[in-house]
C-alpha cells in the first residue's frame, strides 16, 4: 500500500508485538532490509519455529541486528509496553537520532513470556509483549497523535491486523477515516500461521501487495475528502465483515487480554517519549 502513499505524507505510525518491527522498519526509512529480513526466516512449522523463537532467541537477534546507532526515526512512532502482576500498559513514542535505550524497550515490547527465556525489566518492573494489553494500538494515535501534527488532523487512518473479530467502532468514537483491514483476507484465510519457509513468505507478499493495490485504487483513484473517504472504507468494512465472521482470528487470545489491559490504562500516566 506504501507504493501509493508519499512517505512525507505519513503523520504517525503505531505498532505492537511483531507489527512493532513493521512500524520501526517505516518510522526509520527501512523497509527493504525488513521485507529482506522476513525472506531469509525460511522456517516452516510451529515446532521448528517455537525452537528458533524461544530457544535461540530469534526474535531479539533481530531486533539486535535491526536496530542501529545510525537509525533516525523521522516519524512518530508508538509502541505499547504491559507490565505485570499489576497489568497496566504504557505508550512509549520515539522520535529522532538514536538513543542506546531503544533497544531495551523494543525488546520488552516482543518479549511474551512463553516465548522468550530470558524476561524484560524496565524501570524497575517486570515487562512484558504490548501485545497482551493493546494488540491494535490505535489509542495513542486517538489520544495523543494530535499533539504531532501541530493542530492538524489526520485524513485516514489504516490500521492492518490479525483479528477477524476485531472493529475499533467497539471502543472508539471518531470522525476521521479509519481503514480497518484484517490481512488474513489476503490468503483466504489459510490456516499457515507458522509457516515462515520461503516459498510462502513470497506468495504472502505477491497477494499482499495485489491486494493493498486493490484498495488504493479504491480509495485514492477519484475524490479523497474526508465524506468520500469515510463512505469508501465503511463499504470495505460491509463488504469484508461477514467473511471474516466465518474465520477464526490469528490474535483472538491477544484480544481477549486486551480486555484487562484497557481496564487497567489510565490516560493520564500511560504515554512517555523516549526521545
Known amino acids: 500500500m506504501l507504493r501509493h502513499v508519499d512517505r512525507d505524507e505519513i503523520k504517525v505510525v503505531s505498532g505492537a508485538s511483531i507489527g512493532l518491527f513493521s512500524a520501526y522498519a517505516l518510522a526509520t526509512d527501512k523497509l527493504d532490509m525488513f521485507e529482506c529480513a522476513y525472506r531469509r526466516i525460511d522456517i516452516s512449522g510451529g515446532a521448528k519455529l ?24 523521522t516519524i512518530p512512532l508508538a509502541f505499547p509496553v504491559c507490565y505485570v502482576p499489576i497489568f497496566s500498559v504504557r505508550y512509549y513514542w520515539l522520535l529522532g537520532k538514536y538513543n542506546a535505550c531503544w533497544e531495551k524497550y523494543l525488546r520488552a515490547a516482543i518479549n511474551f513470556p512463553f516465548l522468550c527465556i530470558i524476561p524484560s525489566f524496565l524501570e524497575h518492573r517486570f515487562a512484558i509483549d504490548g501485545g497482551a494489553a493493546d494488540n491494535i494500538p490505535l489509542y495513542p494515535l486517538l489520544k495523543k497523535g494530535s499533539y504531532f501534527l501541530n493542530g492538524e488532523q489526520f485524513d485516514l487512518i ?11 467502532r467497539t471502543e472508539f468514537d471518531s470522525d476521521i477515516p479509519i481503514l480497518d483491514l484484517d490481512l488474513g483476507i489476503c490468503n483466504d484465510f489459510k490456516k499457515n500461521h507458522y ?10 507478499i505477491r497477494k499482499a501487495e495485489a491486494y493493498g493495490d486493490k484498495i488504493c485504487e479504491r480509495l485514492f483513484s477519484g475524490d479523497c475528502s474526508k465524506e468520500t473517504l469515510n463512505q469508501t472504507v465503511n463499504e470495505i468494512f460491509l463488504e469484508e465483515h461477514a467473511i471474516r465472521q466465518k474465520n477464526i482470528s490469528v490474535d483472538r487470545l491477544f484480544s481477549m487480554l486486551n480486555a484487562i489491559g484497557k481496564f487497567f490504562r489510565r490516560d493520564k500516566i500511560c504515554n512517555k517519549k523516549l526521545y
Open 50 to 73: 517455537f525452537y528458533n523463537v524461544f530457544f535461540k532467541k530469534l526474535l531479539w537477534k533481530y531486533v539486535s541486528s535491526f536496530v542501529s546507532p545510525s537509525d533516525r526515526v
Open 158 to 168: 489504516i490500521i492492518l491486523h490479525f483479528d477477524a473479530r476485531y472493529d475499533y
Open 195 to 204: 509457516d515462515f519457509s520461503s516459498e510462502y513468505v513470497d506468495e504472502m
